[in-house]
């Protein structure tokens, strides 16, 4: 049976790129990227998209991953979080195939470029510690403890305070501590921790530092990732052409 599995959620609605889930990115639609990344991955035994359109759902299958199902409408709105379509799927998953497999790996669309190799090191180390849960986040370049917010009369404020006296906050950069982004490069929930409480990736969540990580949130973001991905190694992977499913593949 299986225990580890990916999923990719894929809903139709986006306002900030319409259509970013499946906007052509290197001669294939987004959503590729993060199902080869996932067929690429050893430790990975099955990719799943869930989805809300039957398009996304044949576009997924094209390109090696499975769509058993579609997600309601209720789930795929702009105010649906990550845990409701993951409870959504395991709960298919139990009345219709009897097993939910034990260990989740999230992988938006929207953080594309990834190396399959770095999945697989999320995996070991998720599996090899005590807490059923990772979360990925990268070292973040200027930390936010120099940022300002902007009052009603037009002064700049510290981020957490409302002191305009800003020059507290310029200091080195050393003398601030270390923060990481979270950037969805990879994230793996336990099936426990899904179905037995309220959260997703429980409490202590293990941290997993990856190299910088582009996300897909504006037009802008996604010309640069345009630009990156003529050259990175899925490309070829992706220009190759489709393959079989992982279950097929174990078949």
């Given amino acids: 049976m299986t225990d580890v599995i990916a999923i990719i959620p894929a809903r139709c609605g986006s306002k900030g790129v319409p259509g970013k889930n499946v906007t052509p990115v290197g001669g294939h639609p987004l959503l590729a ?38 997600r309601p409408d209720a789930l795929a709105g702009d105010g649906a979080m990550d845990r409701d379509f993951m409870v959504h799927a395991m709960q298919w998953m139990k009345e219709n195939e009897g097993h939910v497999p034990e260990w989740w790996v999230l992988l938006r669309p929207t953080t594309p ?39 009603d009369d037009g002064y700049f404020t510290g981020l957490i305070s409302d002191d305009t006296a800003i020059d507290a906050y310029n200091l080195p950069r050393q003398a601030y501590e270390q923060v990481y982004v979270p950037n969805g490069y990879v994230d793996i929930a336990h099936r426990d921790v899904v179905m037995g409480s309220d959260g997703l990736f429980g409490d202590p969540v293990m941290a997993f530092e990856t190299e910088m990580a582009l996300e897909v949130d504006t037009q802008a973001e996604l010309d640069l990732i345009r630009s990156q991905a003529s050259h990175h190694p899925l490309k070829s992977v992706l220009d190759a052409g489709p393959r079989p499913s992982k279950t097929h593949e174990a078949e």
Avoid: M
Avoid at 35 to 64: F, H, K, N
Avoid at 123 to 128: D, T
């Fill in 113 to 151: 470029l990834r190396d399959p190799d770095v999945l697989d090191a999320a995996v070991k180390q998720v599996q090899s510690g005590a807490p059923l849960g990772l979360r990925s986040a990268h070292a973040c370049a200027e930390s936010p403890f120099k940022w300002f917010r902007r009052n």
């Fill in 33 to 70: 990227w993060s199902i080869a990344a996932a067929l690429q991955a050893p430790a990975i035994e099955r990719v799943v998209v869930s989805t809300d359109s039957p398009d996304y759902a044949s576009l997924a299958i094209a390109y090696g991953a499975e769509a058993p199902f579609l």
